[in-house]
């Protein structure tokens, strides 16, 4: 079902695929040092928006430098992104994705792609010195 392309892209064809996705980012960031485990919370909460809300597969594109690193989750619905009119409640079992994504990121946001939307985040890599 994950169909792995090249380093850092992937296909996610359903939320079988969530625990590859999160193997997959820790492997491709495993040098980030302490922010690794931000990175994989990020990215698995951008996947699962992409398979609830968007109702389908999509891609997954990482981008490693020393001192950025960024994940984007392309998927097919045109629909605009949706965000949350009012706050969760704290029983609520949805619904604090893009929150999460708005806490670790040093940067995100969401851009047109040709059959649907990508949702982006960016997180700074500390540097050792």
């Known amino acids: 079902m994950h169909i792995e392309r090249a380093n850092g892209d992937w296909w996610v064809l359903d939320a079988r695929d969530l625990p590859v996705v999160r193997t997959s980012v820790r492997d491709f960031a495993r040098s980030a040092g302490d922010v690794v485990d931000d990175l994989v919370l990020a990215a698995s909460e951008l996947v699962t928006n992409a398979l609830v809300h968007a109702g389908g597969p999509c891609h997954v594109a990482a981008l490693r430098t020393p001192s950025v690193f960024r994940l984007a989750v392309t ?24 929150a999460i994504i708005a806490a670790i990121a040093s940067r995100w946001g969401v851009a047109p792609a040709d059959a649907g939307k990508t949702v982006w985040f960016e997180v700074d890599i500390p540097t050792a010195g």
Do not use: K
């Open 75 to 98: 998927d097919t619905d045109p629909a605009p992104l949706r965000l949350a009119a009012c706050p969760v409640g704290p029983q609520a079992s949805s619904g604090r994705g893009l």
